[in-house]
T-cell receptor, first 110, second 113 residues
Framework: AQSVTQPDIHITVSEGASLELRCNYSYGATPYLFWYVQSPGQGLQLLLKYFSGDTLVQGIKGFEAEFKRSQSSFNLRKPSVHWSDAAEYFCALNTDKLIFGTGTRLQVFP | SAVISQKPSRDICQRGTSLTIQCQVDSQVTMMFWYRQQPGQSLTLIATANQGSEATYESGFVIDKFPISRPNLTFSTLTVSNMSPEDSSIYLC??????????FGQGTRLTVV
């Protein structure tokens, strides 16, 4: 079955600290993977996407993600978190439809 | 890219009534979808809106409750029928052009009282 798992429901980091949000997928073919961010009361914004090629992809706002086929993972990283990064983050898998993980809520302390 | 206009942006409805949400895309797309996002939750796919044929519903969603129309490649509607307070959610329209990311409308925030 096709699925996306985000193991961490809630993560808290201090401003300036590094961040890694985990995402695992289950899909038999080559995956198209995405990370979206949703600030409170706002719509979805695409951070980055992986279709093929280089397994390390760069996105907006200083985010990057690494695709690891052997681990079925697509973890999102940022070297230094800003208070404005506090939001809900969703990993998504595109098969013939877009399937979302359950999301990770990021809280940033000053 | 694709720009999606979704309306209404929000509504407050009486239980037992129905609301139709409209989604207009600025270009032709093969794939359109409807999602529900309940408070504090992720996006759950309701159905795939198929042009010229009946929508394909995900497990737990039925046509009688969520009828969908897709008359052409740029437009779709979702109706939430016989509403109850449990239907209070954000409903989002999405377009998925080939070989690119999905695009989303701004959502319809529905409150059922």
């Amino acid at each position: 079955a096709q699925s996306v798992t985000q193991p961490d429901i809630h993560i808290t980091v201090s401003e300036g600290a590094s961040l890694e949000l985990r995402c695992n997928y289950s899909y038999g073919a080559t995956p198209y993977l995405f990370w979206y961010v949703q600030s409170p009361g706002q719509g979805l914004q695409l951070l980055l996407k992986y279709f093929s090629g280089d397994t390390l992809v760069q996105g907006i706002k200083g985010f990057e993600a690494e695709f690891k086929r052997s681990q079925s993972s697509f973890n999102l990283r940022k070297p230094s978190v800003h208070w404005s990064d506090a939001a809900e983050y969703f990993c998504a898998l595109n098969t013939d439809k877009l399937i979302f993980g359950t999301g990770t809520r990021l809280q940033v302390f000053p | 890219s694709a720009v999606i206009s979704q309306k209404p942006s929000r509504d407050i409805c009486q239980r037992g009534t129905s609301l139709t949400i409209q989604c207009q895309v600025d270009s032709q797309v093969t794939m359109m979808f409807w999602y529900r996002q309940q408070p504090g939750q992720s996006l759950t796919l309701i159905a795939t809106a198929n042009q010229g044929s009946e929508a394909t519903y995900e497990s737990g969603f039925v046509i009688d409750k969520f009828p969908i129309s897709r008359p052409n490649l740029t437009f779709s509607t979702l109706t939430v029928s016989n509403m109850s307070p449990e239907d209070s959610s954000i409903y989002l329209c999405s377009a998925l052009p080939q070989h690119t990311e999905a695009f989303f409308g701004q959502g319809t925030r529905l409150t059922v009282v």
